[in-house]
């Protein structure tokens, strides 16, 4: 996969503002909006090879792509069957000893988005019998992104860098309401990308938000 430098975007932003921020500065916030874009929109994809699934252990780590943390688990199958995201409240008052019990997994949730937890206890070995989708973001130190997130949503991540610049408080680019204006575009454009990536899952699965 090809990967392109945040830099690439600075002459979408730069001629833009009333005052050119130093190339940090702007490189960025063009980075945050990245960040930002792909954890609200799911677009970046990842298949990790399956898990074993091990009796009696319910927490599984996630592996992203080198340059990527996982912003999301947006699908889990336990042997070829979905299983339910939940949050812990819901377990703790659905399945009271759901930490405890061993049985045949029907839920899946998370506290952090470096594991995936099942629930109840898996009570079986299965081989490769845990399937994920992950939505990624790219990491902190990544320097760079997927070039094809930058081919088909460039304008929007523009949008959204701009409006960060611009409504950084007593900046000689400052230009409030320009930026808020730009902010709405650039919502609009994660919640655009929200639902083509949902529709290419073929169904809207309901994530759970890791308690970070």
Known sequence: MANIKYSELLDEVLPYLAADPSD?????????????????????????????????ESAYDLEPLSGSDV???????????????????????EIPRWRTVSARPKYFTQIDTEQVILAALPDANITAGLTLTLALQPSQSATSFPKWIFNQYLYVLAEGALAKLMMMPNKPWTDIQNGADRRTKFEAGIANARASALSALGSAPQRVTAQH
């Open 71 to 93: 912003s999301s688990v947006i699908a889990a199958e336990l042997d070829g069957v979905p299983l339910a995201p939940k949050d812990v409240a819901w377990l703790n008052k």
């Open 24 to 56: 940090p500065v702007t490189e960025n916030a063009i980075k945050r909006t990245v960040i930002e874009f792909c954890a609200g929109s799911w677009i970046w994809k990842h298949l990790p090879d399956p898990l074993d699934v091990v009796a009696g």
